[in-house]
Nanobody, 123 residues
């Protein structure tokens, strides 16, 4: 089992920044990659950003490219999401996930999820 604990959500004005963190514990050796997804009310959970754990290959959704940055600290088993130039449409619950296989852009490859952290961007 892998446990994921997220932190860093909150309320921010449009144009502001937030940094999310996700710390993994447990069977972390089984993690191929980690990523962030988000779910707005009435919508499906969508991909935001992800990174493979060893090679550090990074992927972003087009909607956040150039504004969000995903990074990782392998020693701390932690992945971060720096979110800049936030927009009201970024408002959602953000979930950190751990994938056990190739394909970190695809939700079906994630075996573990954090509890979610709310990000609210006011206009």
């Amino acid at each position: 089992q892998v446990q994921l604990v997220e932190s860093g959500g909150g309320l921010v004005q449009a144009g502001g920044s937030l940094r999310l963190s996700c710390a993994a514990s447990g069977r972390t050796f089984s993690i191929y990659g980690m990523g962030w997804f988000r779910q707005a009310p009435g919508k499906e959970r969508e991909f935001v950003a992800a990174t493979s754990w060893i090679a550090g290959i990074i992927y972003y959704a087009d909607s956040v490219k150039g504004r969000f940055t995903i990074s990782r600290d392998n020693a701390k088993n932690t992945v971060y999401l720096q979110m800049n130039s936030l927009k009201p449409e970024d408002t959602a619950v953000y979930y950190c996930g751990a994938a056990g296989r190739v394909g970190v852009r695809w939700r079906e490859n994630y075996d573990y999820w954090g509890q979610g952290t709310q990000v609210t961007v006011s206009s």
